[in-house]
């Protein structure tokens, strides 16, 4: 059966033989975002910026992934853990919500939901299905009744709100960066660099991030999406420490 | 049926998720309407399995799919070599499936989920179209086997390049087994995807034309075909344009049997010794083996004697 043959030739990898046919990356493991998600909050509104490496193994599945989902004009949803559980849980999400102002928020900014809302649907299916899902995200936007917000929900569901987060197995590499330079009520443009910032300095420690930095910018007005590429990102990689190379010599 | 079955609640995932699963007798059908899994088939595997039963391999299909946006349509390519475990089990398979006139999905992994998974979604998709007079389009094939596959856990094994031309244009997406999905202008799938991904990233450019765009897909196949041993035989394509699909099955075949022998293959009788005879009487509720048929006209020597 498909089960019994992924178990042998997951053995056999472990013993170092190598498989007599040619293995699918698909088939092997599951699809997972590797990731650095981040969002914060600044004076009008919040950016959220994600990388855009998703991998299975080693094998990146896609270069170009887009890990920031919209769930309503107004608030968005960085996603991270296993790409099937955030991208279903996020298309349960929208549902509800959209569900639940059909139902509740009449005809008050049409388009628009509470991000608190937003936030606790999601909270409750990661907490009620906590066994099930690996799946971390992070919840911003703007709303007239709370102004600019960002709420974390990690493994296990659980909810806070806070002015500024990061996730991802590359957000292990920039915490202490971002609790040194943060600061409050930065402008638009300021919280933009920061983020994308702290993003390339993940995605240069981290080998499960890479790709581009996508932006997204939510404010009263509405929001805007941004991508940077490489060449276009603070250049992090080259200002990594190295010895310099002698050229023609011998690398040693 | 009423059969009452116990449903483990640790493996169902019933599409409401905020409503929790109890400990609770369920009906059959109910468990099916609730979108929760039935795991009876399980239970006979098991049950087989410990009385002896030898279990064949899933058929796979190792496999080299791909597919690659052009300006105005998609182009889908596939191998066509069918394995199970290290036999080739089909030498010239279809692995590019009909969703809907103007929706093509290639598969890779468990050839019976592929088949079963696509064939499903067709047979949904024309139910829609009869029921909204609309054509289909490809982001419901897409939602519609992405919950299907997460429902599943993974399970499924059916790991699938859609493509299609719908009234938003050409999409292109690549569908996992465990349930998620990337939109992509150009991807691959299967044993063979890294060789062909090798030859998308060299080569692929946006907007190009038609004749461009199958070039490069018969490439990648032809790179997967050569390179990966779960991939051979021949490369199918199918274009997708607006208003008009080319299915090309076999448009290249590359290897194709070098040495056949001139005098064909025709023996004689006696070739085979012989090595024992037996016969079985038949019953008396059978008819006679040796009839006589009487000709009532024609010549005797036409005549067939039974």
Redesign the interface.
Known sequence: SFQDDTALSTTMAAYGVPPALGVAPEMMEEISTGTTIMACQYDGGVVLGADSRTSTGTYVANRASDKITMVTDNVWMCRSGSAADTQNVCAYVKNLTEEHNMQRRGDLDPGMADVKLVANLTMQLAYKNKDKLSAGMIIGGWDATLGAQVYGIPLGGSMQRVPFTVGGSGSAYIYGWCDNTWRENMTREEAEGWVARAISLAIARDASSGGVVRLVTIHSKGSSRQMLEPKHQSLCESELPVIPRKVGGVVG | ATHVVEVKP?RA?APG??R?VAMAHIHRDDAEERGGFNFDNVRR?EMLRGSGLA?K??M?T??TISGVCFAGGVVLGADTRS?NG?TVADKNCEKIHYIAPNIYCCG???AA?TEAVTGMIASNLELHRMATKRDSRVITAL?QL??H??KY???V?A?LVLGGCDVDGPHLF?V???????A?PFAT??????AAMAVFESDFKENMTEEEAKDLVARSIRAGIFN????GSNVDLCVIKKGEVSYLRNHETPNERTYVRSKGYDFPPGSTPLNRRNFMTATSATLPLNETVIISEGAPEDAMVM
């Open positions: 640790a995932l998720l905020i929790s595997n279990f391999n899933a796979k190792g496999t394995t290290e890779a992994g468990t989920d939602t992405k919950t596959l997460f856990q993974g399970h094994g790991a690549t996992y087994p465990h349930g998620s999905s990337d992509l799938m299967g044993s063979g995807s890294l990966d041993l779960g991939s």
